[in-house]
Nanobody, 128 residues
Framework: QVQLVESGGGWVQPGGSLRLSCAAS????????MGWFRQAPGKEREFVAA????????VYAESVRGRFTISRENAKNAGHLQMNSLKPEDTAVYYC?????????????????????WGQGTQVTVSS
């Protein structure tokens, strides 16, 4: 069974940066599509960014495009989310997730539907 562990969250002032990491254990990370989601208090979990199993197709939410960058590090079986120019509205618990079956298309990657393994989440707080 694959397990995911996020790290790198914390507090940062507006305009600052954080780099989240998602370490996978149990199976080879490279075989799956991976996504990042976030959930703010009182709100539904929302899509942030994802890359398809191939690693070629990458999609971003419009709210983070140009500020966030998703990547993966196959040698370490890990994924990352580089977050720059952070805003207070980016405050949320951030989750990484894997889709271990199929090869979801871009539109499907933006939903929680294809993801069957989730990490425990890491808190990101952006405030002055």
């Amino acid at each position: 069974q694959v397990q995911l562990v996020e790290s790198g969250g914390g507090w940062v002032q507006p305009g600052g940066s954080l780099r989240l990491s998602c370490a996978a254990s149990g199976r080879t990370f490279i075989n799956y599509s991976m996504g990042w989601f976030r959930q703010a208090p009182g709100k539904e979990r929302e899509f942030v960014a994802a890359f398809a199993r191939s690693g070629i197709r990458i999609v971003y939410a419009e709210s983070v495009r140009g500020r966030f960058t998703i990547s993966r590090e196959n040698a370490k079986n890990a994924g990352h989310l580089q977050m720059n120019s952070l805003k207070p509205e980016d405050t949320a618990v951030y989750y990484c997730a894997l889709a271990t079956s199929g090869n979801p298309i871009a539109s499907t990657l933006r939903t929680t539907e294809p993801y069957d393994i989730w990490g425990q989440g890491t808190q990101v707080t952006v405030s002055s």
